[in-house]
């Protein structure tokens, strides 16, 4: 069948492609690479990937193509799946034939529901659907295809056994030659990354328990299953290749160093190979590890810190101590390895008071960058099924379907009776300004601009992006 791959157009500036973990409008321009689409893609003779959102395209530019398919597969996630249905119609009512699949967390944890919500979506994706979309593709019928869910000719809805999970990640053939052929690499932007970056997975799956967390608790399980080292290398050594104006590689998994033996093959391998490269890590990397990891090309560590108070990172099983976390941070800056911290707001057990000791945390292990993410119940995870058990899901989003304002921008979802949510949803502001407006964050900064005169133009554009987020940020009434 003749398919096409949809990350579907969105708010203007959204990154919710199949890649992102908080589908939202970003504090400056930032582009994930569509990983989980280009996957299937690349098992798929002949098929076409297409990005909406950081190509700029909109529903009037993918309408056309929907006459030039046979099968439409449209990654869809919680804040954007109406957006989403609303496009698999358009295109339903151009090409009346091309039969629908939705792939992504959100169809996976509710088939039934996703399926119910248009006649226009045929089948629903659950979990890993690499080679699912491969059989559909096939032309096979949905019916002997497991890993779906889907509407026969009558309008019933059937739920095929469940696809085995892939062991083997060596079966996966490698993403870049579906990159090369139908994304460009400058339209992809992480404000932490070398421009242009790309990203690979080298594994999926993530050992850790955190009941926020999306992917592990929906498509890509607890469990870490990874492409061997040859197989990962070899796919960089393509991406040099094939990309040769790439400054830097970053690998998506969940927790790239959970195993450490794999990560350190790895690096000795692209050290070998002369490259730059960043990855994800858990802040408990011993100081040994992270050495041969930074004498070997490793430039960044992307860390979930979450929070700097221990008894909400127990809440959310993170398994981290926050003393643990700080040493790694002191390694991190003793051997040269920049650091960009990510932390979440509103997790249960928050306070105003556990806010100030998260701040005041960041402050002090002073990570090069930081994001700020607001606790978002997606439907599928231990925190959603918390929120609704608990309560916390505030008057009109009692089901928790509200996680981003009508422009992209993450609200706060979670309300408790000692921190409402509109405070939650200030206390970011708070938090960046306390991190970025200070006299040794500004001088850094402008020292580092100093050293790397290219990168003024792309810091001032930063800069004015992040105040016109700040600027603009919604304001939910308590």
């Known amino acids: ?27 400056i321009r930032s582009f994930w690479y569509p990983t989980w689409l280009a996957q299937p893609a690349a098992l798929v003779p002949d098929s076409k990937l297409v990005d909406a ?50 792939v992504g967390a959100k169809v996976a944890v509710e088939p039934e529901q996703s399926l119910r919500a248009s006649a226009a979506i045929d089948f629903v994706a659950r979990e890993e659907f690499d080679f699912t979309i491969a059989e559909v593709a096939e032309g096979r019928p949905l019916a002997s295809v497991d890993g779906i869910s889907y509407r026969d000719a009558a309008g019933e809805i059937h739920h095929n056994p469940d696809r085995e999970i892939l062991e083997d990640m060596d079966l996966l053939p490698f993403v870049t030659s579906v990159y090369k052929r139908d994304l460009r690499a400058e339209d992809y932007y992480i404000g932490y990354l070398q421009h242009p970056y790309l990203s690979l997975y080298t594994g999926r799956g993530c050992r850790s328990r955190c009941t926020f967390c999306l992917w592990p608790q929906t498509v890509g399980g607890h469990r870490y299953r990874t492409r061997s080292p040859e197989h990962v290398l070899a796919e ?74 221990q008894q909400i990172l127990i809440n959310i099983k993170k398994g981290l101590r926050v003393e643990r976390a700080r040493q790694f941070a002191a390694d991190c800056r003793d051997l040269g390895i920049t650091m960009h911290g990510t932390f979440i707001l509103g997790l249960p057990g928050e306070t105003a008071e556990t806010i100030k000791e998260t701040i005041n945390f960041a402050r002090e292990i002073n990570p090069h960058s930081l994001q700020v993410s607001i606790a978002a119940p997606y439907p599928g ?98």
């Open 1 to 27: 069948m003749r398919t096409l791959f949809l990350n579907p157009p969105s708010y203007e500036g959204f990154d919710g492609g199949a890649g992102s973990r908080y589908q939202a409008k970003r504090e």
């Open 53 to 102: 959102p950081p190509a700029g395209l909109t529903v009037g530019d993918i309408l056309p193509m929907a006459a030039e398919h046979d099968l439409l597969v449209l990654h869809t996630s919680s804040p954007t799946f109406p957006g989403d249905v609303k496009i698999a119609e358009a295109i339903k009512e151009q090409n009346p034939s091309i039969v629908v699949g939705f």
């Open 236 to 309: 960089a050594a393509l991406v040099r290749e094939q990309f040769p104006q790439v400054k830097e590689l970053f690998f998506d998994d969940d927790t790239f160093t959970d195993d450490r033996e794999r990560a350190m093959e790895i690096a000795r391998g692209l050290g070998r190979l002369g490259m730059t490269w960043s990855c994800n890590a858990k802040a408990n990397v011993p100081r040994e590890t992270l050495k041969v990891l930074k004498d070997n090309g490793l430039r960044l560590l992307l860390v979930g810190f979450e929070s700097g108070n």
């Open 381 to 478: 995870t231990e925190l959603y099924r918390q929120a609704v058990e608990n309560g916390w899901l505030p008057g009109e989003d009692s089901d928790g379907t509200v996680l981003v304002s009508n422009d992209g921008t993450q609200l706060a979802a979670l309300s408790y009776p000692h921190l409402n949510h509109t405070e939650i949803l200030d206390s970011v502001d708070l938090f960046y300004k306390r991190f970025y407006f200070r006299a040794g964050k500004l001088a850094e900064m402008s020292a580092e601009m100093f050293r790397h005169p290219g990168m003024v133009p792309r810091r001032l554009r930063e800069g004015g992006e992040f105040a016109r987020f700040l600027s603009r940020r919604p304001r939910t009434p308590a």
